[in-house]
């Protein structure tokens, strides 16, 4: 093998796995509740999210998998005690060539609010 072909073998074996670490499916939650949110889990089509806790403001983005199609249920709670426990939305696995990129924000009072 000559040295040009190991070389361009190398730039394509990059680019391939950047392409594929970019085009996997995405979720932020963004807290927009003006409180933290405590044991916050995001369950995507079966795969489980630990977000954990989320100060008011801040935002955590996280990978998933998804098959064909999904639910996308939250639970978790407010730091007045208010319950979070609602399925949102529906994600199809072949929506999007590059991935899907979700968005998860939580309103006041613990309503959800989700887009993709």
């Known amino acids: 093998m000559s040295l040009n072909f190991c070389v361009w073998f190398v730039v394509f074996a990059i680019a391939g796995?950047?392409?594929?670490?970019?085009?996997?499916?995405?979720l932020t939650v963004?807290?927009?509740?003006?409180?933290?949110?405590h044991d916050?889990?995001?369950?995507?089509?079966?795969?489980a999210l630990q977000f954990r806790d989320l100060s008011p403001g801040a935002s955590k983005r996280a990978r998933f998998r998804i098959g064909d199609e999904g639910n996308l249920l939250v639970r978790g709670r407010l730091a007045d005690?208010?319950?979070?426990?609602?399925?949102v939305g529906?994600?199809?696995?072949?929506?999007?060539?590059?991935?899907?990129?979700a968005v998860l924000t939580i309103r006041p009072r613990g309503e959800l609010e989700f887009c993709h």
């Open 30 to 37: 963004i807290n927009e509740s003006g409180q933290p949110a």
């Open 17 to 26: 796995a950047f392409i594929y670490a970019e085009t996997r499916n995405r």
């Open 40 to 47: 916050l889990t995001v369950t995507v089509g079966g795969e």
């Open 81 to 87: 005690g208010q319950e979070i426990d609602d399925y």
């Open 90 to 101: 529906y994600i199809v696995g072949e929506e999007s060539l590059l991935g899907i990129n």
